[in-house]
């Protein structure tokens, strides 16, 4: 069964906006509690791990997106190992007739890549899913959305125009 319609937007997307549409979920759930690596996340995809937590706002991640950035993670490192593969055999395989077929590693490399990507959409990794928001200076008192996101400081880019020529982007 496929849901119908848009992806609702999280209510702390639309506080970030001023809420433009005036309407609001009061009971949708907020996850608590810090992002925790689950103990299969090890080795390179512990270094993945790593990387994409720091490369985020502090306190961007909580304790319900530990799954997603563990199957990202995991993904990254069977790319990286298919594509490895790949490079060392060859871009074809002897089929079980002698005929020359794709790599296996090629199919496994392309699905991970489409996990990868889903992946890091959800975790805001993309360029497209960070299109809306940006890092920026707060007021001293934080302002108006100083307890969001653990505190970093961010501002709602409202205009698709060029860097520096919208409005929102001037401060």
């Given at each position: 069964?496929?849901?119908?319609?848009r992806?609702?937007?999280?209510?702390?997307?639309k506080?970030?906006?001023?809420?433009?549409?005036?309407?609001?979920?009061?009971?949708?759930?907020?996850?608590?509690?810090?992002?925790?690596?689950?103990?299969f996340?090890?080795?390179?995809?512990?270094?993945?791990w790593?990387?994409?937590?720091?490369?985020?706002?502090?306190g961007?991640?909580?304790?319900?997106?530990?799954?997603?950035?563990?199957?990202?993670?995991?993904?990254?490192v069977?790319?990286?190992?298919?594509?490895?593969?790949?490079?060392?055999e060859?871009?074809?395989?002897v089929?079980?007739?002698?005929?020359?077929?794709?790599?296996?590693?090629?199919?496994?490399?392309?699905?991970q890549?489409e996990?990868?990507?889903?992946?890091?959409?959800?975790?805001?990794?993309s360029?497209?899913?960070r299109s809306?928001?940006?890092?920026?200076?707060?007021?001293?008192?934080?302002?108006?959305?100083?307890d969001l996101?653990?505190?970093?400081?961010?501002?709602l880019?409202?205009?698709?125009e060029?860097k520096?020529?919208?409005?929102s982007?001037?401060?």
């Amino acid at each position: 069964m496929a849901i119908r319609g848009r992806t609702p937007k999280p209510s702390l997307l639309k506080k970030l906006e001023g809420n433009p549409g005036r309407r609001r979920n009061e009971r949708e759930p907020q996850p608590t509690g810090p992002i925790q690596k689950p103990d299969f996340v090890t080795g390179e995809a512990e270094r993945e791990w790593d990387r994409a937590i720091g490369a985020m706002p502090d306190g961007l991640y909580t304790s319900a997106d530990g799954p997603v950035l563990a199957v990202y993670c995991v993904a990254w490192v069977l790319f990286r190992n298919a594509l490895a593969q790949v490079a060392r055999e060859g871009m074809t395989a002897v089929g079980s007739q002698g005929q020359k077929l794709p790599h296996p590693g090629l199919a496994i490399a392309a699905k991970q890549a489409e996990i990868i990507l889903r992946a890091a959409d959800r975790l805001g990794m993309s360029p497209s899913a960070r299109s809306r928001l940006t890092l920026g200076e707060l007021p001293a008192d934080g302002g108006k959305f100083g307890d969001l996101f653990g505190g970093a400081p961010l501002r709602l880019v409202t205009s698709n125009e060029p860097k520096g020529s919208s409005r929102s982007s001037k401060g």
